[in-house]
């Protein structure tokens, strides 16, 4: 198994849809949690953080599910400018001693008119 | 503030050829990553530096070496280019090399296309 999963999609949405993606990670005792972006022939950013309480930025949403152990993204109101390649990432800090971000493969998502 | 600056952006080799790829950060980061992104997998860590004078191994070390050369720059090198060695190489560094709030978010290059024939 994988230690970080995604659906690769892609996931082809209208514009003003809502999509949800799901992440799933095989270490019970990681850390902390982020989404990142990528586009096109780009490096990865940072979208947002995950907490342990879900937040929220925007037409963004993240949550945590522990007990799961998966992560999970909403998008609300899609533009045409969210379509990208959403990257799960999962940090096993303290294994090994270093920050241990373990990328998955990442969701591609299209938005059209 | 460039952020973390990557060279060269492309680069063609035949097997066998050696390169290095440069990498520096203006950002007093102590932390510093190389990353290899191939098609339908994640990142994958090649080497790291948890702080100045440090490096190490990470999960695809086999065929790079690394050097800090000193807290901004942290270069790669491939002695004998392989074509499985072909992908998009990032180098990235977080603040530190622990975790606490925003200390291990990564800011990456823009990336380096190597393509190995």
């Known amino acids: 198994r994988k230690e970080v999963e995604q659906d690769p999609g892609p996931f082809n949405v209208p514009e003003g849809a809502t999509v949800a993606f799901n992440c799933t990670y095989s270490n019970s005792a990681s850390q902390s949690f982020f989404w990142y972006r990528q586009d096109c022939r780009k490096e990865p950013k940072l979208l947002m953080s995950v907490y342990s309480s879900g937040n929220e930025d925007g037409r963004f949403t993240a949550q945590l599910n522990r007990a799961s152990q998966y992560i999970s993204l909403l998008i609300r109101d899609s533009k045409l400018s969210d379509s990208a390649t959403y990257l799960c990432v999962v940090n096993d800090a303290f294994s090994g001693g270093y920050n241990k971000l373990i990328f998955g493969a990442g969701t591609r998502l299209a938005v059209h008119p | 503030n460039a952020g973390v600056t990557q060279t060269p952006k492309f680069q063609v080799l035949k097997t066998g050829q050696s390169m290095t790829l440069q990498c520096a950060q203006d950002?007093?980061?102590?932390?510093m990553y190389w990353y290899r992104q191939d098609p339908g997998m994640g990142l994958r860590l090649i080497y790291y530096?948890?702080?100045?004078?440090?490096?190490d191994k990470g999960e695809v070390p086999n065929g790079y070496n690394v050097s800090r050369l000193n807290k901004r720059e942290f270069s790669l090198r491939l002695e004998s280019a392989a074509p499985s060695q072909t992908s998009v190489y990032f180098c990235?560094?977080?603040?530190?090399?622990?975790?606490?709030?925003?200390?291990?978010?990564?800011?990456f290059g823009a990336g380096s296309r190597l393509t190995v024939l």
């Open positions: 530096s948890a702080s100045e004078g440090t490096t």
């Open positions: 990235a560094s977080t603040r530190s090399w622990t975790g606490g709030l925003g200390a291990n978010v990564l800011t």
């Open positions: 950002m007093n980061h102590n932390s």
